[in-house]
């Protein structure tokens, strides 16, 4: 591109005719990090700034991906305890997933994102009990006896520690990484339980 500008996570779309990378943003421009979009020729044919609805842009883009022909996927750092997946259709600028939370992992159909959901940022053990969610939805842990549960936003997720006197029992701490079955229908984790 010749125009000095830092530049990282570059990725072909998926019928390879577009490329995409995010424009690093140097603190002193007081600018925001960007996503740009070149033909196979170098020709600049979109460029945005990944943000969520009625909230400013990334400050950090921490990944950036294509989830379609038309939608690329990054992960905006909000804090050490929350990312948030903002999903965007290049054309209309519209935004078609708004996740918050960390280890985003789309389905190799593309039609869902596994992810452990939003922690409270320095609260004790108890309060960052970890849970999956797809999309919007938390699957697991669940109490017993409760179907899935939808839960946007901030919301706080099902209650599945107990308390045994001073002890909170059953905290979740997934360790990174989650794993689509490749007919996108199971998700695999590793997750370990403690008392606290």
Not at 115 to 123: E, K, L, N, R
Request: proline share 11%; charged share 20%; net charge negative.
């Amino acid at each position: 591109t010749h125009d000095g500008k830092s530049k990282s996570y570059a990725a072909l779309n998926p019928s390879r005719t577009r490329v995409a990378y995010t424009e690093l943003c140097p603190g002193a421009e007081h600018c925001w990090p960007s996503v740009v979009i070149l033909d196979l020729d170098g020709r600049r044919v979109r460029a945005f700034h990944p943000k969520s609805k009625d909230e400013p842009p990334c400050l950090s883009i921490l990944s950036m991906a294509w989830t379609g022909e038309r939608t690329i996927a990054v992960v905006c750092h909000i804090n050490p305890s929350l990312n948030e997946f903002v999903e965007t259709d290049i054309p209309t600028g519209k935004i078609t997933r708004d996740l918050l939370g960390y280890d985003f992992t789309p389905a190799p159909d593309g039609k869902l994102v596994a992810h452990a959901g939003w922690i409270v940022h320095f609260g004790p053990p108890y309060a960052k009990s970890n849970y999956l969610q797809v999309d919007h939805t938390t699957i697991y842990p669940l109490p017993a006896g409760m179907g899935p549960v939808e839960q946007v936003g901030l919301t706080p997720p099902p209650q599945v520690i107990r308390m045994k006197g001073p002890t909170y029992i059953g905290i979740h701490e997934f360790q990174p990484g989650l794993y689509w079955s490749p007919d996108s229908r199971r998700i695999a984790l590793v997750d370990c339980t403690y008392d606290w």
